[in-house]
């Protein structure tokens, strides 16, 4: 399983990102896909999840702000990130579930990608 993901980068509070995560060395329609944040300090926080049929669960903190969706022919994960808070300023990380319907259990990590909102 690889995972590298983009797309990250400075905004303002109230503005929009799109990182996405692209794929490699795995059946990709078949997993789940999630995005993660973690904080210097912090534990890691499940942000968003999509299950190989398309089913979508977000944290209660980023729900109506941000979207998750797949592109199974390109074999990339994309997040949607709408309405930025500087609470969302945290490296994200996309990861794969060889469990189509999302078990919680991951099997490969990207490297991650900053997200930097300023106030």
């Known amino acids: 399983v690889q995972l590298r993901e983009s797309g990250g980068g400075l905004v303002q509070a109230g503005g929009s990102l799109r990182p996405s995560c692209a794929a490699s060395?795995?059946?990709?329609?078949?997993?789940?896909l999630s995005w993660f944040r973690q904080a210097p300090g912090k534990e890691r926080e499940f942000v968003s999840s999509i299950s190989a049929s398309g089913v979508d669960h977000y944290v209660d903190s980023v729900r109506g702000r941000f979207t998750i969706s797949r592109d199974n022919l390109k074999k990339t994960l994309y997040l949607q990130m709408n309405s930025l808070k500087p609470e969302d300023t945290t490296m994200y990380y996309c990861a794969a579930d060889w469990n189509g319907w999302c078990s919680g259990s991951q099997d490969g990590w990207g490297q991650g990608t900053l997200v930097n909102v300023s106030s």
């Open positions: 060395g795995f059946t990709y329609e078949t997993f789940c």
